[in-house]
């Protein structure tokens, strides 16, 4: 996560703006930092705030499904970027965003809350 951050706000930051959907109010480059900023801070909170992992693990798969129509985009308007160069290698990307979502839940623990018993 925190490369990830780091590569929205510097050097990816053009292949992070090829993502973002025109239909997104605000302009590319402030997606791509407004991103990158809440990346860091997810990071940051997996390793400094462990306390509250399970919820931190929660906001990423939020915010794992708010990115997801970024590689919808990037698919259906047969955009290049971080060597997805055919419409092949973009659609089994989009396969992947769930396992990233599950993932997310799984490693903080967040998984394992969400589906106990509660009572």
């Known amino acids: 996560m925190a490369l990830a951050a ?3 706000l510097t050097f990816e930051r053009v292949a992070f ?3 973002v959907p ?3 109010p605000l302009g590319k480059d402030s997606v791509v930092i407004l991103s ?5 801070a997810l990071s940051l909170g997996l390793i400094f705030w462990t306390a509250e992992r399970v919820n931190i693990g929660i906001a990423l798969a939020i915010f794992y499904v708010l990115i997801f129509p970024g590689n919808i985009a990037q698919y259906v308007n047969h955009i290049s970027a ?5 419409d092949r290698a973009r659609l089994i990307r989009l396969f992947f965003q769930p396992v990233l979502i599950l993932w997310a839940l799984w490693c903080t623990g967040a998984l394992t809350y969400l589906f106990q018993p509660k009572g």
């Open 6 to 8: 780091i590569a929205h």
């Open 17 to 19: 703006r090829a993502q």
């Open 36 to 40: 990158g900023i809440v990346e860091l």
């Open 82 to 86: 971080f060597n997805l160069n055919t």
């Open 22 to 24: 025109d239909w997104i």
